[in-house]
């Protein structure tokens, strides 16, 4: 009778541990399969907002649409990885976690096996204190009874024992089960993130190189262009008119005799200074379309200095650009 109290006290341990599997694993699994579900139609907003970035970066000026459309190429990358992080947890943590439920009803049906042995153990035992009870001259009959005990007896030790094998292996099993689904999650995990980080790094170091005022200028001098246009026309619009005043006749003095000679020593001296001016007139003309051309080459080359300058602005590349450009070099 020891030996039966204690199998049911065995049998109710194996019972639970059956119990709290399915329970728990099953919940693990809704869990998990849902956090899939989810992480899915986040990736499915996150391309609906690159698009969405794609075609607002169409529409604004250089900075910002460079800007953008490096941020949407890198978010739409992002979502690649994330693509590849649903795969990996259905593949290796949902379907790992659904074999359990095969595995627990096999388990179950083994532990209702056991539990049949034990009840017929019971059965036979109860029937021959019974027995001994009510006849107990009958020996052949009591014979025959504790016969069937030990029968009984023995066909549940051989279940008890392979029960508690198989117990056993499915603790075993679930312990490293639970281990190595809990560990491929966080590796999907710290893969994704790592990842995504290494992305978004790069993605922020080239938002910030967005020159906010440069676009800002070129809007400026769009919306300008009009108002510029109408303050150069409407001064000479608005300027009054006045009559003008009566002309007067020039009257040039009358002289009685012919205008007095001027001596042709004078008229050198004075024709000297005038020649000399007009070469002084002519140099300070040279000396000027000089500096026009040396002003020129100045700006030209101020010109090219700032071509260079802006140059690496105008060749940002996202990481997914210089990702694909590195790995076909390769």
């Known amino acids: 009778m020891t030996s039966i109290f204690s199998r049911e006290t065995q049998l109710k341990a194996m019972e639970a541990t059956i119990d709290n599997a399915e329970k ?92 049949t042995d034990r009840n017929k153990e019971l059965k036979e035992v109860q029937r021959l204190e019974k027995l001994r009870l009510k006849n107990p001259a009958d020996r052949q009959g009591i014979t025959q009874a504790e016969v069937n005990v030990q029968r009984a007896s023995s066909n549940a030790s051989r279940s008890t024992k392979q029960m508690e094998e198989t117990i056993i292996e499915f603790q075993r099993q679930k312990l490293e089960d639970v281990k190595r689904i809990f560990t491929e999650f966080i590796m999907v995990e710290m893969l994704f993130h790592a990842k995504a980080l290494e992305v978004y790094t790069h993605t922020f170091k080239n938002m910030e190189t967005m020159d906010t005022d440069k676009d800002l200028e070129m809007f400026r001098n769009r919306i300008q262009v009009s108002g510029s246009a109408l303050e150069n026309t409407s001064p000479t619009a608005d300027m009054p008119h006045y009559p003008s005043s009566p002309t007067s006749t020039l009257r040039l003095p009358q002289y009685s005799s012919p205008p007095p000679t001027i001596p042709r020593m004078a008229m050198g001296q004075h024709k000297q200074p005038l020649n000399r001016v007009h070469r002084r007139q002519k140099q300070m003309e040279d000396d000027e379309e000089e500096d026009d051309e040396d002003d020129d080459d100045d700006e030209e080359e101020r010109f090219d200095s700032e071509e260079d300058v802006e140059e690496p602005q105008t060749h940002r590349q996202s990481y997914a650009a210089e990702y694909v450009a590195t790995h076909r070099q390769k």
């Open 24 to 115: 728990y694993m099953g919940q693990f699994c809704t869990l998990l399969a849902a956090y899939s579900r989810k992480t899915a139609k986040l990736r499915d907003k996150a391309d609906m907002l690159t698009r969405q970035l794609h075609d607002f970066a169409c529409t604004e000026d250089p900075e910002m649409s460079i800007c953008l459309k490096n941020f949407s190429e890198d978010l739409s990358m992002v979502q690649d990885y994330r693509q590849a992080e649903v795969e990996r947890l259905d593949a290796r943590v949902v379907t790992p976690l659904k074999a359990y439920g095969d595995i627990v009803k096999t388990k179950r049906a083994d532990l209702k096996k056991f539990s």
